[in-house]
């Protein structure tokens, strides 16, 4: 009689212990424990490793996780021996730790976006060829239902060939002035929105489209946000944080305000109890300086394909998500959804608010024909359903085939980013800026499906 064989654990290591990092640990500590195993976590600030140290032990009964200090990176490497690094850092720093991880013979997994600019897209694409190592990109956007149905749509042709684009992006005054209250506010940490925030976008796009982007011209600017803005509006800019302004009764009729004393316990030690170790705020006045990322942005992007998608983002509205329309030769696809409000650290529910819900709607209107709405399945999970079903791709050995290529690799990361980097330089130099200068290794592609 045979034995049965015992199934491979992979071991992981995690980089980064920010707010992002229960995105990975939880379900390698729970829903995947069996074939998965956490042997170290590494920040900055030794408060925040503690604290997701603390947190497994005491959520899932999790044996205490070895932690380091970010200067003993290669240490925790030799010591710990992962399969494969997740990277959870601010973005800035995710080509260091990709590359560095490779180096040392692992695999990486990173959080969106990729990286922020072109030099930095060159040191991950040089250690994969170097080390022959790969790199996934988490793009959970592509894994909801809605998302998904939008693809199959596409891809089977229901509105025939597609020959234009058209994608407004909102973020409300809860999650987009959070973007302004942390580092994402400083363009050389988070390469501005249009690379953090957009790369999400620009993935799905260039995912539903099949097609690698070619060119692209933009315009951006910071139009709501920062304090020159604020005082040509006639408001007074009287603290830098709002914590401590809260407590002393100056916040009361500031409804931008985050009072990080009274945020949900988890993010409570991760920003305030642990502020005082590396000087970290993310609760700095929107109204404040300095800032030096957008919050109202445009971009044409052409496609080597003949499409053109033009593009919105705003970052200050009274309402939360997005709309899309495919123009085609038999007809026209809306798909929208409406996200309910929120900020990612974790403000309560009495905090934020109830009005507005999860919903999405997809309508086809075909030509000379009556249009009608397509059907979107329910899922449960964070981002529409979409984080288990990519979790499940990361961590399960049994995970069903990707028969949609809802896994995105290096190549198509770059893709996305070189969108949003493209953008920033024309937002510079007002003119068009073709990908390929940017990212050589795009130049040959024509589908998306046609890059790692």
């Known amino acids: 009689m045979s034995c049965p064989t015992k199934t491979r654990v992979t071991r992981f290591a995690l980089v980064g212990a920010g707010g992002r990092a229960p995105m990975f640990l939880d379900p390698i500590a729970g829903r995947f424990k069996e074939h998965c195993q956490l042997v170290g976590l590494c920040d900055t600030n030794p408060a925040r490793v503690q604290h997701h140290q603390d947190r497994l032990v005491e959520k899932f009964n999790y044996e205490r996780v070895p932690g380091y200090a970010a200067a003993d990176f290669d240490k925790m490497i030799r010591e710990t021996k992962p399969d494969t690094v997740i990277v959870t850092t601010v973005d800035a720093f995710h080509h260091q730790y990709i590359a560095r991880a490779m180096e040392l013979g692992c695999d990486a997994v990173t959080e969106k976006p990729m990286t922020i600019d072109a030099d930095k897209c060159q040191v991950i694409w040089n250690a994969i060829q170097k080390t022959g190592h790969k790199l996934r990109v988490t793009f959970n956007y592509r894994y909801g239902p809605g998302a998904l149905l939008v693809k199959q749509l596409l891809s089977k042709g229901t509105i025939g060939q597609i020959l234009h684009a058209d994608m407004e992006y909102l973020l409300d005054t809860s999650h987009g002035a959070d973007y302004f209250r942390r580092w994402h506010r400083e363009k050389d940490k988070s390469g501005g929105l249009m690379v ?81 170790i590396d000087g970290y705020r993310r609760d700095r006045n929107v109204f404040g300086g300095p800032i030096t990322i957008e919050d109202s942005m445009s971009a044409l992007v052409r496609y080597k394909t003949g499409v053109v998608l033009n593009y919105s983002l705003n970052a200050y509205l009274p309402r939360e998500g997005f709309h899309i329309a495919f123009n085609g030769t038999h007809g026209r696809l809306e798909y929208q959804e409406i996200h309910q409000s929120h900020i990612i650290t974790g403000q309560s529910d009495q905090q934020l608010g109830e009005e507005m819900k999860w919903e999405s709607q997809c309508v086809v209107l075909p030509m000379f024909k009556k249009p009608y709405k397509v059907p979107i399945p329910q899922a449960k999970g964070g981002h529409g359903g979409g984080d288990p079903l990519l979790q499940e791709q990361i961590f399960s050995p049994t995970a069903p085939p990707d028969e949609w290529h809802l896994s ?34 795009l130049a040959g592609a024509v589908h998306l499906s046609d890059l790692p």
């Not at 409570?268 to 109890?273: A, F, M, T």
């Not at 953008?423 to 073709?434: I, Y």
């Open 196 to 276: 953090h925030k957009s790369t999400h976008h620009f993935d799905l796009v260039n995912w539903w489209l099949d097609a690698v982007p070619e060119e692209v011209f933009g315009w951006g600017k910071l139009g709501f946000y920062g304090r020159e803005n604020a005082q040509q509006r006639g408001l007074k800019v009287d603290y830098e944080h709002y914590t401590e302004a809260a407590q002393q009764g100056m916040t009361k009729d500031d409804p931008f305000a985050l009072d990080l004393t009274r945020i949900g316990a988890d993010s409570r030690k991760l920003y305030w109890e642990a502020k005082d």
């Open 408 to 441: 995105a690799w290096h190549g198509q990361g770059s893709a996305s980013i070189m969108v949003g980097i493209a953008a920033n330089k024309s937002f510079k130099t007002g003119q068009p800026v073709k990908i390929a200068d940017l990212c050589p290794q």
